[in-house]
C-alpha cells in the first residue's frame, strides 16, 4: 500500500512544522499556487511505520550476504556515519568563509592526500559526485590536455568491451567517439588488436584494471607504452581499486587519470543508489585541468581553489564541493584503517574471492578464466547448467535470493555468457562463504531435480517476477497522474 | 584488523583450500615491478575513539555561526525521524534495486517520491534524482537539445540572473558536446530576466529557454510570459524550481498556455542537511512526452506472475548499462539515501507543512530586510517581490563587512560583488523558518557595529556613501 493511499484528508503530523501559518505577504496572486500539492495526508507514527516496514522489504549488507561483482558491498562502519553527522559538519553552510571551514577544509585536505599516495597519482580533487562523473571529469581532462596542445583532431576513445556501460557513455558526453577493443580468451586485452586501432585519432584508452572480467591486466605496462606512443592517454576506472589497495598502484601502472569510486573502496555507503563520490586523481601534466574546487594549504591555513585561481580547470561538476558528506565518511573510513588496514583490504578481499572460487568449481560450476587467478572478484558461467538443464543464470540469481543471499551481478560483462560476477569482499568471514557454496550446490541439485522450481523463483519474497515488458509499454510511473488522470 | 573477520586458522585453512602458501602468493599475476611498497604517507590506523577525538576536534572547530546565507542551500528544520528512518541498515546499505523483489521497499519508496515530486511540480514524470540542482539543469539542457527537433541548433538562453554555480557547472557538462548557453541579462530595476532584450531573440533558433523561479537573486520572474514566449518561438521552456517555494508558488506545469516542458532542482530544502554542499539531489520532471529523453533511473509499477503490484526499474533502454555509447546520460549512481529522506519528509510535512516552512520562510526574510534596512546606507537592490532571499545594498565594501560580521560569528550572506560586479556593494540574504526573531536582531545589531565603525574611519569611506 502506498503512503498517499494511507492518506486522510486533514490529518497531519502536527509537530514537524511552523505552528503558525504566515501569509504570503507582498507577493501578487498571479505567482501563487492555486490548489494545494497532492501529498500525503499522515499523521507521524504511520510515516515511521510505512518506511520501517518498507525498509524490511529491501535486502542490504546489514541484512544479507550481498556479493555484487563490481559494486563493493563490503560491511560501512558505523562510526563513519555517526561522526561525519557531528552538529558541525551537518550545520556548515557550503558558503561559509573559510574562518569558519577550516576543521571540514582540513579533512578534506588530508583525504586528497591520502588519496594521492594510496593510487600513486600527483594530485586528486574531490569534487565528482559518483564514479560515472568522475569518469566525465577524466575524459573532459584528456580532452582538455589535447586542445590545450593544438592537438584537437583526435577524436576517439577506447575501451574494452567488457567496459562498465558509464564509460563508452561518459566518453560521448565529452564529445568523442567510442571504438571497443576485443578481450582475448584469457581475459586479457588483445594487445595486437589493440595496435590496429592506436593512431593519431587516439585520444586515450579507458581501463580497469583488475578487469571487469575479475582478473590482473598483466601486459599493462606494455599496453601503457603503446598507447602513449601514439599520443593517448590512460583512464583508470577505479571501479575495482578494492582489489589492489596497497599492492599496486594506478600511477605506477602508467595511467595519467583515474577516478575512485568511494562508496566502494571507501564504504561510505551505497545508500540504495547513491549518493557516492568519484574523485579524480592524475599525473603532473594534467594537474592544470583538474575540476574545482580543491583544497590546498597555505601556510597554517587551508584554502579554497577555485576557477579564479586555477583557469584551466575543466570547471565545475556541481554547485558546491561535490558529495562533502561522503567525502567525511570516506575519510573517517580511511583513518580507521590506516596503511596497514588498506593493504589488507587487497589481501583479504582477494583471498576470500579465490577462496570461493576454488569451492564453486569443487562443487561443480564452470569459471570463466579457469587458467587465472581472481582478483577480487570472478565470473562463473552458467552455459553448460543453461544448455543441458534449462536453466539459465537469471533463475539462478532470483533462487538465491529464496535463499536470503544477494544475487551476484548477472550478465556482466556482456561477453561472457550466462555469467554471475562475484564479489564477496573482505568483510565476509569463511562461514558465510561456505553457507554461500551450499545454497548454490542446493539449486544445483534443484536444477537437476527440480528445475522448475529454480525457473519460477524468487517464492518467498514479498512479490514474484515482475512484469518488465508491461512495465514499460503501460508506463505507470507515479500515484498522482493515474488516480486523478491530471496532466 | 578493522572490519576484517579473519581469524589465522581461517586464514590457513582458505589458504590450504586454494592451495596457495601465502596470501602474497594471490598476487602472483601483477608483475613484480609493479608492486608497491609501503604507503608511508598514509598515517597508521586509529581506533574509533581516536578517529572520534580528531572527527570532534574538527567539527567543533567550524563553530556553529548564526548562518543568513541561502544562495542555493537552504537551512531547514529537518524532523527527527527522517535520518532515524533514513540510516536504516536496510536503506543505508543496500544499493541500486538491480533485483527488483529483493528491494521492493527502495523501489516501492522511490515510486513514491516521483509522485510526490510529480505532485509539487504538476508535471507528468519524474526521475528517481541526479547528483544536485546544477548538475540536473545540465541534464536538462542536453535533454532539451535532444528531444526539440524543431532546432536545429544546439543554443540555449540561460538568464543571468540563474545561480552563477548552476551556469558554470551547465557550461562545464555540456560544452564538450558543442552546444552554446547564451547569457540573457536582467532588468536592473526589477531584478526579473529583461524582456526587452529577450524580445530581440525572437525568432531565432534555440532549443530551450531556462526559467528560473525564483532566481538567484530571491526575485520572481513573471513565468507566465517567459514560458509563452519560449514555445511561441519553438523553444521548450526549462524551469530551475526551489521545491520549498512550489509549496506555495504557481507549479511549472500550469506556467502560461502549456506549462514548462521540463522542471528541475536542488532537492535539499527537502530533509537534507546543510552539510558543506552534499549529499544533496537534483530533481527532474518533465511531460509524458519526453519520458524517454530523460536520464537517471525511473521506476514504474507493474504485476508479478500472480497478478500482485510490485516496482521495477522501468526505461532501462535509455541507460548506459544497456545502450552504452547511445545512452541518454553516462549517470549510474544517482543520490538514493537523499531521495529516501526527501520523500520521508515530505511524507511527514505534507502539502500543508511545506506551505507553512515556505510561508514562514518568505516572512522571517521580509522581516529581516525591514530590520536591516532601517540601518543607514542599506536597502533591498531590487523591487520585485521576491521568495525567501533578497539582494541588499550596504554601505562599505560587502567582502570588508561580511569579514567584519563573521568574526562576530554572523555569516551574513553571500556576496555579489565577484559574480555581479554591476550591484555594486551588494549581499544575498536569506533567513529560513530557522531564523528567528532574537536571529535577526543579533544581526542587526552587529551589521549597526559594523557600519558604526566604518562612519568613524571616514577616509575609508565610499564616495557614493
Known sequence: MLIFEKSSTGRRATAQAPLQQADMEGIPAQFLRRQSASM??????????????LSQKNFSIDTHFYPLGSCTMKYNPRASNSLASLPGFLARHPLAPETHSQGFMGCMYDLQEMLKEATGMFAVSLSPAAGAQGEFAGVAMIRAYHDARGDDARNEILAPDAAHGTNPASAVMCGYKVREIPTGADGDIDVEALKGVLGSQTAGIMLTNPSTVGVFE?????????????????????????????????????????????HKTFSTPHGGGGPGAGPVGVSERLEPYLPVPMVAQDGEDYVWLTEDNRPESIGRLSAFAGNAGVLLRAYIYARLLGRDGMHRVAEFSTLNANYLLKRLTDVGFD????????????????????RELGVNTMDFAKRLLDFGVHAPTTYFPLLVPECLLIEPTETEAQDELDRFVDVMTTILQEAQNDPEKVKSAPHDLPVRRLDDVRAARDLDLAWRSRAKGER | MPFIPHTEADIQAMLATIGAPDIDALFDEIPPALRCGELEKIPQGMSEMEVGRLMNARARQDGQPLCFIGAGAYDHHIPAAVWQLATRGEFYTSYTPYQAEASQGTLQLLYEFQS??????????????????????????LMAVRANRKSKSKR???????????????????????????????????????????????????????????????????VDELTDWAHTNKMLAIAVANPVALAVLQPPGEWGEQGADICCGEGQPLGAPLASGGPYFGFLTCTQKLVRQMPGRIIGRTLDLDGKTGYTLTLQAREQHIRRSKATSN?????????????????????????????????????????????????????????HERVLRLPLETKDALRSLAAHNVLGGFDLSADYPELGNAVLVCATEMRGDEDIEQYRSKLERVINARIQTPCKLKPDW
Open chain 1, 367 to 386: 569459471a570463466a578464466f579457469p587458467q587465472r587467478r581472481a582478483s577480487h572478484e570472478f565470473i562463473l558461467t552458467l552455459k553448460r547448467q543453461a
Open chain 2, 116 to 141: 510526490m515530486m510529480t505532485a509539487l511540480t504538476v508535471m507528468d514524470v519524474s526521475n528517481t534524482s541526479l547528483y544536485d540542482g546544477a548538475s540536473a539543469l545540465a541534464e536538462a539542457v
Open chain 2, 331 to 387: 549517470i549510474c549512481t544517482n543520490q538514493g539515501l537523499m531521495v529516501t529522506a526527501a520523500t520521508i519528509h515530505m511524507s511527514l510535512l505534507g502539502a500543508e507543512g511545506l506551505e507553512r516552512v515556505a510561508a514562514a520562510c518568505h516572512a522571517n526574510t521580509s522581516k529581516l530586510v525591514k530590520v536591516l534596512s532601517a540601518l543607514p546606507g542599506v536597502g533591498p537592490v531590487f523591487k520585485g517581490a521576491v521568495f
Open chain 2, 156 to 222: 540555449i538562453l540561460m538568464p543571468r540572473s540563474l545561480h552563477p554555480a548552476y551556469r558554470r557547472v551547465a557550461h562545464s557538462i555540456v560544452r564538450n558536446q558543442g552546444i552554446e548557453l547564451v547569457e540573457l541579462p536582467f532588468d536592473m530595476e526589477s531584478g526579473q530576466t529583461d524582456s526587452l532584450v529577450l524580445e530581440q531573440y525572437a525568432g531565432e533558433d534555440f532549443a530551450a529557454l531556462v526559467i528560473p523561479q525564483c532566481n538567484f537573486f530571491g526575485v520572481l520572474e513573471s
Open chain 1, 40 to 53: 500525503p495526508e499522515v499523521s507521524e507514527m504511520q510515516v515511521v511505520r510505512h518506511y520501517t516496514q
Open chain 1, 218 to 262: 598483466r601486459r599493462i605496462k606494455e599496453i601503457a607504452g603503446l598507447v602513449h606512443e601514439a599520443g593517448g592517454l590512460l583512464y583508470y576506472d577505479g571501479a575495482n581499486l578494492n582489489a589492489i589497495l596497497g599492492k599496486v598502484r594506478p600511477g605506477d601502472m602508467g595511467f595519467d587519470v583515474i577516478h575512485m569510486n568511494l
